[in-house]
């Protein structure tokens, strides 16, 4: 059975950064996508930055430029950086593991794992 894990969420103040990571265990890493996404309050949940088995990469438009996802395949974990975060950042942040899933849809199907979330508050 894979359980998913997120860590590194926190209170921090506007322009500043934090790194999330996310842990995968029972599961093939390199035959799967992994995939950040957020819901913020009274919000649905949204994409933030996903990375397949081909290495392909794809980011929300609110990530561009601000955000980093990344992988160590010697550790089998999964990184977010997050950089000049604002306001509207703040957010439960999920990790989702897919088998054999595209990068741009990986999260969607019916057997995607996800983990319980970490918590993002960016405020002044």
């Known amino acids: 059975q894979v359980q998913v894990q997120e860590s590194g969420g926190d209170s921090v103040q506007p322009g500043g950064s934090l790194t999330l990571s996310c842990r995968a265990s029972?599961?093939?890493?390199?035959?799967?996508?992994m995939a950040w996404f957020r819901q913020a309050p009274g919000k649905r949940r949204e994409d933030v930055a996903a990375v397949d088995n081909t290495g392909r990469i794809i980011y929300a438009d609110s990530a561009k430029g601000r955000f980093t996802i990344s992988k160590d395949n010697a550790k089998n974990i999964l990184y977010l950086q997050m950089n000049s975060l604002k306001s509207e950042d703040t957010a439960i942040y999920y990790c989702v593991l897919e088998n054999g899933g595209w990068a741009r849809l990986c999260g969607y199907g019916e057997n995607a794992d996800w983990g319980q979330g970490t918590q993002v508050t960016v405020s002044s």
């Open positions: 029972g599961a093939i890493w390199g035959k799967h996508c």
